[in-house]
């Protein structure tokens, strides 16, 4: 199965191209709110770098939220554009399980972070069972203080992934020797590890259907949204053929 991965959701802009578990190529770069401009041209390279073309592709894999507004918006518009005009599967996966797929010693706790301000964050917690991660407490939008709470104490190996920086001191008095990081790489989404989970799930039914899952929008994000409807279903995929 040849499969386009993507997320776009925080900073970091990933993209791959997979032929069944076999990473063709990929491209990971940090262009924080400049992902508009920078994506279709990257998948563009790609498609050139191993003689593809979109046609080609079976499937589209894209993270889907939580994140940053615009950029959520900009790889699930270009994924579902991409799939309903190609006719393939697309299928969508938590931003938050994303990370956590970087993450995969056996019965290990994963909390993936990304910073909402303001002790805010966007997080979840799962547990690699079979190489994957399931969800223990789904994904949401809270205090930082109180999600800990949520979560309680652990009694194995609790990675927190992602953008951990703000949090340490809490997350290594919460946690102590259990509490477990990874390199700066492993912080970061990977789309070629997305690309592969993704051809495991089952895809959309309904394309036209398919929303984002922001959680949660801040004020900001909410009032354009609001003064901005149109750009919704703004298609960033026009010149691909």
Do not use: C
């Amino acid at each position: 199965m040849k499969v386009l991965a993507l997320d776009t959701s925080n900073r970091p802009l990933t993209v791959a191209i997979l032929d069944d578990d076999r990473v063709l190529a990929t491209e990971s770069t940090t262009v924080h709110q400049k992902h508009a401009e920078y994506l279709l041209p990257i998948i563009d390279e790609l498609f050139q770098k191993v003689g593809m073309k979109p046609k080609d592709l079976q499937r589209v894999v894209v993270a889907n939220g939580p994140g940053s507004y615009t950029g959520i918006r900009i790889a699930t518009a270009t994924a579902k554009t991409l799939a309903y005009t190609l006719g393939i599967d697309l299928v969508s996966v938590s931003s938050l399980l994303t990370l956590a797929l970087n993450v995969q010693l056996e019965g290990s706790l994963v909390m993936p972070i990304f910073d909402a301000r303001n002790n805010n964050v966007f997080t979840g917690l799962y547990k690699i069972e079979n190489g994957m991660p399931k969800a223990i407490i789904n994904d949401q939008h809270t205090d930082f203080d109180k999600w800990l709470s949520l979560v309680g104490s652990v009694d194995s190996n609790i990675y927190a992934v992602g953008e951990t920086e703000n949090f340490l001191d809490k997350l290594s008095e919460n946690y102590g020797d259990n509490l477990k990081l990874l390199d700066q790489f492993d912080n970061l989404p990977q789309a070629a590890k997305l690309g592969i989970y993704g051809q495991k799930q089952a895809p959309i039914k309904d394309i036209h259907s398919f929303v984002p899952n922001y959680l949660r929008l801040t004020k900001a994000e909410a009032d354009w949204k609001k003064n901005n409807p149109e750009e919704e279903e703004t298609s960033y995929v026009e010149k691909f053929d």
